[in-house]
Nanobody
Framework: QVQLVESGGGLVQAGGSLRLSCAAS????????MGWFRQAPGKEREFVAG????????SYAASVKGRFAISRDNAKNTVYLQMNSLKPEDTAVYYC???????????????WGQGTQVTVSS
């Protein structure tokens, strides 16, 4: 059974930074692409960033490209999301997710964490 546990959310002022972490249970962590999604109040969950199993390919939503960076440490079964230059519109619950695929960083997600709140004040 796969468990994903996010941490690192919180309250930050606009222009600030946060680093989210997601610890994953289960075997062969490196076999699966991992990603981050977010859901703001009244909006649908949206893709933020994804990374392939070996970390060689990443994908980002246009709204965060150049500000956010996804990375992974397969030895620690952990994926990270470094968020810089945060804006109030980045406020949302951020979810870690695991894909069924290895080499596609933006599709096939079927396991989800419980989410961590990120609030950016203006």
């Amino acid at each position: 059974q796969v468990q994903l546990v996010e941490s690192g959310g919180g309250l930050v002022q606009a222009g600030g930074s946060l680093r989210l972490s997601c610890a994953a249970s289960g075997r062969i962590f490196s076999s699966y692409a991992m990603g981050w999604f977010r859901q703001a109040p009244g909006k649908e969950r949206e893709f933020v960033a994804g990374i392939t199993g070996t970390g060689g390919i990443t994908s980002y939503a246009a709204s965060v490209k150049g500000r956010f960076a996804i990375s992974r440490d397969n030895a620690k079964n952990t994926v990270y999301l470094q968020m810089n230059s945060l804006k109030p519109e980045d406020t949302a619950v951020y979810y870690c997710a695991r894909s069924t695929r290895t080499y596609s960083p933006d599709s096939g997600y079927n396991y989800w964490g419980q989410g961590t709140q990120v609030t950016v004040s203006s």
